[in-house]
């Protein structure tokens, strides 16, 4: 390939003496946003910068330094060429292809939606200018980040191209840019760096749709039973308790859920791999999505969790309470009599808010734990410590913790309005299940077989067997 790209020449007088190195020229195609802004990153690195442009007397103010010129003018003397232009208009560089021969071209473009066209940005270009070396590469920058320089959120530089030598240029510069270069092959894989940009929290979908749904569900049941079973059996309006009551009520529920629903499918895997006697057959593929998901469901739980405090710290404060504890206070006084100091409910009530607060604590080290600067710097036994013990303590102290706001209610059928169960029962459900699950994981002669089977040990079938003998 006759690469252009030099590195920094130096050129000699004609005594023989060097001279001060005459920094690389680049080129720019396209004065927009990103041209400027990579224009000017590339002016403070030390290169020399020439745009090429449709309209060079009238693009507009560019990077102090700079020159413009026309689209042919300025890639004559580069040997790298960055094309800052929507992919839409890349037609006019078809009838460029002799100029643009042998240079290396990089496509930082990208599409507003994922398959909007049948080949990926760069291998179009590719097919307009098949003489050059088309580079994908700084598409997941944003103009902004490329002006203000590599943060620990931009500092990634993603690469595919089918020339080696041609990559090699293009690093070099991103390198000399500030950031680092992470090259993903050919140019095959343009059309995954070109859907970069356009992902929205893959991995946290399936987890948002989940508290979202989880959320909506409990919201209407708790509306149901207490502000509605209210004002058609009792004629009183509480509507007001949807902003505070309501809501600490559902936080609390859904929390629990999605904690339970972190732990529910390694207890299933685990399960699985008993009655399989195996862990080389792979887990069914809802269960691989399910279990990649975790820590997310886990953040989520946690996010509901601390609205939960924060909605019972306010409790005091409310207008509702003030008023329950005045007209309860100024009752005693008129009827002249006291209310019992009664010892059970003290407990009950100590011991719900101490395993709540304990359980919160457990919950916050889980969600620290599990940030990537924390949690790499733990070892894997430390890390899977702290998320597995660690973390069906803190289902089992939240878990508690609910079984004790609950108290003897479950008993008492004025609970159960319109024959449904408080929102807090149903939300026992799943966490009991998983606790009870792991209880029985832990069964000595359980717990061994699930050892050795995650030691690679595999129970063969007695059926198999008969078969093999019958074989032989
Ligand atoms: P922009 O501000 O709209 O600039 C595009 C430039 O393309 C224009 O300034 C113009 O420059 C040139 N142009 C427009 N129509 C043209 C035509 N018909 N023929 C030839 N040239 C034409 O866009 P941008 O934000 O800089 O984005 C440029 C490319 O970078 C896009 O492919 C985009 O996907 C990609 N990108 C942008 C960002 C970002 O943050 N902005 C981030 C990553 C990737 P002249 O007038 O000088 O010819």
């Known amino acids: 390939m006759s690469k252009e790209v030099k590195p920094e020449s130096v050129s000699l007088n004609p005594l023989g003496t060097a001279a001060a190195p005459e920094s690389e020229l680049l080129c720019i195609y396209g004065t927009g946003d990103l041209g400027r802004s990579l224009g000017l990153r590339l002016l403070q690195s030390g290169y020399r910068v020439v745009y090429g442009s ?38 006019f560089l078809e009838a460029l292809a002799p100029q643009l021969k042998g240079k290396v071209l990089v496509d930082v473009s990208n599409n507003l939606k994922k398959n909007l066209y049948p080949e990926a940005n760069a291998e179009y270009l590719q097919r307009l200018v098949p003489g050059a ?15 203000n320089g590599p943060t620990d959120a931009n500092r990634q530089v993603y690469l595919c191209g089918n020339s080696a030598e041609a990559k090699q240029a293009v690093a070099e510069a991103a390198t000399k840019l500030g950031f680092s270069v992470l090259d993903r092959g050919s140019l095959s894989a343009a059309r995954e760096l070109e859907d970069f940009p356009l992902q929205l929290f893959p991995e946290w979908r399936l987890p948002l749709r989940v508290a979202v749904g989880l959320t909506a569900f409990f919201f209407f049941y708790v509306l149901l039973r ?43 895997a685990a399960v699985l791999q008993l009655y399989r006697g195996t862990k080389y057959k792979r887990f069914p593929n809802w269960l691989d999505r399910w279990m990649l998901c975790r820590k997310q469901l886990g953040l989520l739980a946690l ?7 924060l909605y019972t710290l306010i409790i005091p404060i409310r207008y509702y309470v003030r008023f329950r504890i005045g007209a309860s206070t100024i009752s005693q006084i008129k009827e002249n009599k006291t209310n019992e100091f009664d010892n059970t409910s003290a407990w009950r009530s100590d011991s719900y808010y101490s395993v709540g607060i304990l359980g919160f604590a457990v919950y916050l080290l889980l969600g620290i734990t599990s940030l990537p600067s924390v ?51 149903l939300s026992l459900v799943l966490p009991s299940v998983v606790l009870v699950l792991k209880l029985l994981l832990m069964l000595p002669c359980v717990d061994r077989t699930l050892t050795r089977i995650r030691q690679g040990w595999e129970r063969t079938d007695p059926e198999d067997d008969s078969k093999k003998s019958l074989l032989t």
Not at 136 to 147: D, H, V
């Open 54 to 91: 449709r309209r060079p007397h009238s693009c507009g103010p560019l990077p102090q330094g700079a020159q413009v010129m026309s689209h042919a003018a300025a890639s004559q003397s580069a040997g790298l060429v960055f094309i800052c232009i929507h992919r839409e208009h890349y037609e």
């Open 133 to 147: 070396h088309v580079v994908k590469g700084f598409n997941t920058l944003s103009a902004w980040a490329l002006q």
């Open 375 to 425: 949690s790499n710097a733990l070892s894997w036994r430390e890390f899977s410590f702290v998320q597995s013990k660690l973390g069906y303590l803190t289902v089992f102290l939240c878990t508690l913790h609910t079984y004790l706001y609950g108290w003897n209610r479950f008993l008492k059928s004025y609970a159960y309005k319109w024959y449904t169960p408080p929102g807090y029962m």
């Open 226 to 268: 207490d502000v509605v079973y209210t004002y058609v059996y009792e004629g009183k309006d509480i509507s007001f308790r949807i902003m505070v009551s309501l809501a600490n009520k559902v936080f609390p529920i859904v929390s629990l859920i999605m904690l339970a629903l972190c732990y529910l499918p390694g207890v299933i």
């Open 303 to 309: 996010g509901f969790a601390f609205l939960h405090v």
